[in-house]
């Protein structure tokens, strides 16, 4: 990390120096992207590749960087515009390819994650509906059922099956029942 370290001060005194270059200075700016990826600092890494495809939109190295820093800090879309944007420069890069391919994995699992949430949500807003309609009267639960839901009667009765554990701490044996 040291050498990163330094790496990262000799590329910033580099792009101090008035230079009018702009594939140079892309470089400079690509190169000190990867030294704060490396480092764990994705969010100076995005800025810094973002500048170096600026500079240079044909900085392929740039756009992989842009797009590996945007997928540290879980913004997706922006990975994957960066990627294809990328591939648009050089179309048979293995490494714009894999991650655009994780990225539309996570944003998938995202998509789904947030449905599930979601269907969760309505299943509890419609579980106290239930309770306030019925005039229940619960108490606060002392140990956690998992991701069972008590159950209404279909038929809009009395019933309500739900999860009862048992904990027999003599024995150190828990039992759960449905009822």
């Not at 490494?95 to 998938?108: E, G």
Request: hydrophobic share 40%.
């Amino acid at each position: 990390k040291v050498y990163v370290r330094k790496a990262v001060q000799q590329y910033t005194l580099a792009l101090m120096e008035q230079v009018d270059d702009a594939a140079l200075k892309s470089v400079l700016h690509s190169n000190r992207a990867y030294a704060a990826l490396l480092l764990g600092n994705s969010r100076k890494a995005l800025e810094d590749a973002q500048v170096s495809v600026e500079l240079n939109p044909a900085n392929v190295k740039g756009w992989f960087r842009a797009a590996k820093s945007a997928f540290g800090l879980e913004k997706l879309d922006q990975c994957i515009g960066f990627c294809i944007e990328g591939l648009k420069v050089e179309d048979g890069n293995r490494d714009l390819r894999s991650l655009l391919k994780a990225a539309k994995t996570n944003v998938t699992k995202r998509e789904e994650q947030t449905q599930h949430d979601e269907a969760s949500r309505v299943q509890v807003k419609s579980f106290v509906t239930e309770i306030v309609k019925r005039k229940l009267k619960y108490g606060p639960p002392t140990m956690g059922t998992g991701e069972r839901m008590p159950e209404f009667a279909e038929d809009a009765g009395d019933a309500l099956t739900h999860w009862v554990l048992f904990v027999y701490p003599e024995s150190m044996q828990t039992d759960v029942i449905e009822r």
